[in-house]
């Protein structure tokens, strides 16, 4: 079975700083797939990005990266340049490669970005 | 951009009553999925579907779901006698299923059992 730990439920920085989000993860399979999702007040679930772990180099997108640590089993998500729209749940996920394919999620991390 | 879409967003229901939660995914889309979260908690896997049948399904859903793909659109999960725990956000997902494998989902629709 999957698991997949964040360590931090509640995070809280300025805006315009970074901000690092922790995930740990266990897997039994050799390929599979990482994400990380957002999910504001409106209770909506948005893909932030994702990573291959057959894949090497970190995902980035824009101002959000990743820092894939394949042997360590760690999945964290950093944000650059905070802003207040970033302030949400942010689920961290894994997702198999063969079969249903379904998603096991973290328990989420609340961050928050004050002005 | 095409999006999942989910009716209703918010369903008032009473306790023993069936409700039926309705999705479109997106349309090239051939693998379809509910998760549930309950208010504070994490998003949990219900079922996954796909060629017209179920290929998984977690220990939550039991005999009072079902799910179904009446037509060549519309994604349903029927709750058929509703329960105060059934109470949660329920999401549905799709994902195109040729290998980039990202799940895109819904906005959610409250279910709130009194």
């Known amino acids: 079975a999957q698991t997949v730990t964040q360590s931090q439920p509640e995070m809280s920085v300025q805006e315009a700083e970074t901000v690092t989000l922790s995930c740990t993860y266990d897997?039994?399979?050799?390929?599979?797939?990482l994400f990380w999702y957002k999910q504001p007040p409106s209770r909506q679930m948005i893909l932030v990005i994702r990573?291959?772990?057959?894949?090497?180099q970190n995902a980035t997108e824009n101002r959000f990266s990743v820092n894939f640590q394949k042997a360590a089993k760690s999945f964290s998500l950093k944000i650059s340049d905070s802003q207040l729209g970033d302030t949400a749940m942010y689920f961290c996920?894994?997702?198999?490669?063969?079969?249903?394919?379904?998603?096991?999620f973290g328990q989420g991390t609340r961050l928050t970005i004050n002005p | 951009e095409p999006e999942v879409t989910q009716t209703p967003s918010h369903q008032v229901t009473q306790m023993g009553q069936e409700v039926i939660l309705r999705c479109v995914p997106i349309?090239?889309?051939?693998?379809f999925y509910w998760y549930r979260q309950i208010l504070g908690q994490k998003v949990e896997f219900l079922v996954s579907?796909?060629?017209?049948?179920?290929?998984?399904k977690s220990e939550i859903f039991d005999d009072q779901f079902s799910v179904e793909r009446p037509d060549g659109s519309n994604f349903t999960l029927k709750i058929r006698s509703t329960k105060l725990e059934d109470s949660a956000m329920y999401f549905c997902?799709?994902?195109?299923?040729?290998?980039?494998?990202?799940?895109?989902f819904g906005p959610g629709t409250r279910l709130t059992v009194l």
């Open positions: 897997t039994s399979e050799n390929n599979y797939y």
């Open positions: 996920a894994i997702g198999g490669i063969q079969g249903a394919q379904k998603l096991v």
């Open positions: 579907f796909y060629n017209n049948e179920i290929s998984e």
């Open positions: 349309s090239n889309h051939l693998y």
């Open positions: 990573q291959e772990a057959y894949k090497q």
């Open positions: 997902a799709s994902r195109r299923g040729d290998g980039t494998d990202t799940q895109y």
